[in-house]
T-cell receptor
Framework: AQSVTQLDSQVPVFEEAPVELRCNYSSSVSVYLFWYVQYPNQGLQLLLKYLSGSTLVESINGFEAEFNKSQTSFHLRKPSVHISDTAEYFCAVSLNSGGYQKVTFGTGTKLQVIP | NAGVTQTPKFQVLKTGQSMTLQCAQDMNHNSMYWYRQDPGMGLRLIYYSASEGTTDKGEVPNGYNVSRLNKREFSLRLESAAPSQTSVYFC???????????FGQGTRLTVV
């Protein structure tokens, strides 16, 4: 069985400060890794994903995540946050299970950017 | 592009009432999903449909039924609503096993 752990339920950070949102996963097989963002009263949107290749992946709005196989982690980082980054962030793992994409989500981390 | 469309956006039900949540996608995706989102619990899979004509139970299927009407549409039915089903419901779709899921805007359901 696969599982995802996001230890921090809330992360307050001042504007322009760096942030790291932690994600650890467990799985007995290779997985695909995703970060989704949810703005208030909206659905989830893909932020970035790791499928294979380079372990460092980047989004168009300055976030990056690094896949670390030995530590089974996929932490999300941004060197300087903006007010507009205030949202809830979900880490997810996906694997092929009987022909369908079995996706497991973490419990989410609320990022609060303080002016 | 509409993407994934859910209706309704909000609904209040009395205990014991029934209703159907509708979902449609226009991206020609094979797989569709229904999740519920509750505070502190992330998203939990209710039912999924790997392809047209197939449906399977997810993590929390009790009290729900689904229908994959065609490739575009995947509905979720509550036959006899209970207060424990108060939640935000999301429909999602994906093209394949290594691709991301696309989500609808959600349905906020309150059962009183």
């Amino acid at each position: 069985a696969q599982s995802v752990t996001q230890l921090d339920s809330q992360v307050p950070v001042f504007e322009e400060a760096p942030v790291e949102l932690r994600c650890n996963y467990s799985s007995s097989v290779s997985v695909y890794l995703f970060w989704y963002v949810q703005y208030p009263n909206q659905g989830l949107q893909l932020l970035l994903k790791y499928l294979s290749g380079s372990t460092l992946v980047e989004s168009i709005n300055g976030f990056e995540a690094e896949f670390n196989k030995s530590q089974t982690s996929f932490h999300l980082r941004k060197p300087s946050v903006h007010i507009s980054d205030t949202a809830e962030y979900f880490c997810a793992v996906s694997l092929n299970s009987g022909g369908y994409q079995k996706v497991t989500f973490g419990t989410g981390t609320k990022l609060q950017v303080i002016p | 592009n509409a993407g994934v469309t859910q209706t309704p956006k909000f609904q209040v039900l009395k205990t014991g009432q029934s209703m159907t949540l509708q979902c449609a996608q226009d991206m020609n995706h094979n797989s569709m999903y229904w999740y519920r989102q509750d505070p502190g619990m992330g998203l939990r899979l209710i039912y999924y449909s790997a392809s047209e004509g197939t449906t399977d139970k997810g993590e929390v299927p009790n009290g729900y039924n689904v229908s994959r009407l065609n490739k575009r549409e995947f509905s979720l039915r509550l036959e006899s609503a209970a207060p424990s089903q108060t939640s935000v419901y999301f429909c999602a779709s994906s093209a394949g096993t290594s691709t991301e899921a696309f989500f609808g805007q959600g349905t906020r359901l309150t059962v009183v």
